[in-house]
């Protein structure tokens, strides 16, 4: 069977359904916790590459030991052509690690269950094509991809933050936003950053409850896409796609 190795960042952010999701398709999860004491490795062995959101920055490797490591595997993994998978943070920081650029986003944050829409290439593209036009996912974060790295290319935007989504080369995927969340994970978000979403105007509770009535459409939408990339990490998905040098 296909192996993905996965680096989370917290606690907090586990692969939630991933855990369930990418196994049933054939692809079995080698989770590393490098905020728990687990060394990350020095070249990748497994056949794809998944990175999990985060507190820390992607553009600040003092927020973290291992996040100069992190970007170094990804960095390995997009130029070799195997699938990647990076959401939130991960998408962040495989952004900066091929080039692009991520800040403190100058709209504040995003929290909750939020709309993103399609651009032009993702109708072309083998896991985006049969995503809908305006999908529903889950936002939670404070920093934003202001720049996408060199001829990578735009599957989502939204119009507070235009990177929502991109592809490096043939195989590797950045998501700002989050796919995986399991009603706990928003729920123990929404305890844990109660004030910063007040400071923003909303009422952690609702945000919460409002993200958590979305999660079976984000089910709907998000699991084949998940599939797909299953699909893509057991070689079954032909790409003509360059990767990137």
Aim: net charge negative; with cysteine; hydrophobic share 45%.
């Amino acid at each position: 069977m296909a192996r993905a190795l996965v680096i989370t960042h917290t606690a907090a952010e586990s692969p939630g359904t991933l855990s369930q999701w990418l196994p049933a398709a054939g692809v079995e999860l080698d989770v590393v916790e490098p905020w728990n004491g687990d060394r990350l490795p020095g070249q990748l062995t497994a056949d794809a590459l998944v990175v999990m959101g985060g507190p820390q920055q992607a553009y600040d490797d003092a927020s973290a030991p291992w996040l100069r490591q992190t970007k170094q595997l990804l960095r390995n993994a997009a130029r070799e052509g195997l699938p990647v998978l990076g959401i939130c943070l991960g998408a962040q920081l495989l952004a900066e690690a091929m080039g692009g650029r991520v800040r403190a986003g100058d709209q504040g944050p995003e929290f909750g269950a939020r709309l993103v829409s399609k651009r032009d290439a993702a109708f072309d593209d083998p896991l985006f094509s049969e995503i809908p036009l305006s999908p529903v996912v889950v936002q939670w974060h404070w920093d934003a991809i202001v720049d996408l790295p060199p001829r990578a290319v735009l599957l989502a935007g939204s119009p507070r933050y235009a990177n929502q989504a991109f592809r490096v080369g043939a195989k590797a995927y950045g998501l700002q936003f989050h796919i995986e969340t399991p009603p706990e994970m928003v729920r123990g978000w929404a305890a844990a950053d109660a004030d910063g979403v007040r400071a923003s105007g909303l009422d952690p509770e609702q945000v919460a409850d409002r993200a958590v009535d979305v999660l079976p459409e984000i089910e709907e939408v998000w699991h084949p896409f998940v599939e797909r990339f299953a699909a893509l990490v057991r070689g079954e998905t032909r790409t003509y796609l360059p990767v990137v040098s």
